[in-house]
């Protein structure tokens, strides 16, 4: 079996798991719909933010936050492919750990994108309308979100033994990066000690990018957005491999 052909066939057998698991692609979309239209349509209805309706200020977030929900919580299935032993013939395989990881990052970085996909149609019931440079920058800056947080799941998955561990320690993660990204508030004015815990946020910089080419209201030049996310989706790449070289 060729490295190519590994990869693949990873891949393949994580883009059918999410293909048969309907009622994860249902609930994983009906969330952030749920956000934008009763959460975002309810304070809509009182608050505009730089003349932008509350709405359709968060949508951006909201896009990041469902690519961040699904991204890190694909690791769970590390941790229940080593509870049922289909790990251990993965590992044993004529494949390198660094193509194994591949593979597996590849295969959620389809299920995120595809869900990427749904939401990104959702812009035309707000009434906004992306031009096509504008569309292929948001599949950029969510594809390079979906590969770091991907391999940030993967990473804390090879690192646990139970699913209700790695749940644990997740929920302890994607709530605070959410709630930081700025996704439901602009960054201007915040205290000192949150504007400095928004920064380090890496999500606050794939919101901000999608915000910036989705809307026109940014925080930061597009290229700083791009390239923390560049370096943050290489530095949790390079950290996976290493950790699937020595898992057991």
Known sequence: MSRIEGIYALWLREFKVFTRERSRVVTSIFT??????????????????????YQVFIY????????????????????????IDILKEVLVAPLSRTSIFVGKVLG???DSMLQAFIMLLISFALGVYLSPSALLMAILLLFLLALS?????LIIGSLMESPEGFNMI?????????????????????PFWL???TYIDPVTYGVDGLRTVIIGVSQF??????????????????LGTRAFERMK
């Open 32 to 53: 952030p719909i749920l956000w934008i239209f009763v959460f975002g349509g309810g304070l809509g209805s009182a608050v505009d933010i730089g003349g932008v309706n």
């Open 60 to 83: 951006p977030g909201i896009l990041a936050m469902s690519v961040l929900f699904t991204s890190v919580f694909f690791g769970t299935y590390i941790v229940w492919d080593r509870k």
């Open 108 to 110: 959620g970085c389809t």
């Open 149 to 153: 947080l991907v391999s940030t799941g």
């Open 170 to 190: 997740v929920s302890f993660l994607v709530f605070p990066l959410f709630l930081l990204s700025g996704a439901l508030f602009p960054l201007d004015n915040l």
């Open 195 to 197: 504007r400095a815990m």
């Open 221 to 238: 030049p597009l290229y700083v957005d791009l390239g923390v996310l560049a370096a943050f989706a290489a530095a949790m790449f390079t």
